[in-house]
């Protein structure tokens, strides 16, 4: 079994910082892209940001040059550095990761459960 468990959400004031992380446990063999993707009342989850195995990362328009994605192989945790936060980025936070199971060798892809973001004005 694998599990994603996501932490760091929580009420922060605009203009404010957190950082968001990710940690992935369980039977891992090999962990590939990872992503953080957010979901707001009444809309569809969007795509935040993700990173490849190698690091190469991508980000929405929306977060370019405010949040930062990283991730930590030796921990198989990622991180989301979310800075100077605004009333549009509240949402509850999901990460997802492709990962191959140590048991079976088969690439499945994976979601957290969330954690809620809010940014009050």
């Known amino acids: 079994q694998v599990q994603l468990v996501e932490s760091g959400g929580g009420l922060v004031q605009a203009g404010g910082s957190l950082r968001l992380s990710c940690a992935a446990s369980g039977s891992i063999r090999t962990i590939g892209s990872m992503g953080w993707y957010r979901q707001a009342p009444g809309k569809q989850r969007e795509l935040v940001a993700t990173i490849t195995g190698g690091g190469i990362t991508n980000y929405a328009d929306s977060v370019k040059g405010r949040f930062t994605i990283s991730s930590d192989n030796g921990k198989n945790t990622m991180y989301l550095h979310m800075n100077n936060l605004e009333p549009e980025d509240t949402a509850v936070y999901y990460c997802?990761?492709?990962?191959?199971?140590?048991?079976?060798?088969?690439?499945?892809?994976?979601w957290g459960q969330g954690t809620q973001v809010t940014v009050s004005s």
């Open positions: 997802n990761a492709d990962i191959m199971s140590r048991a079976t060798l088969i690439w499945l892809n994976y």
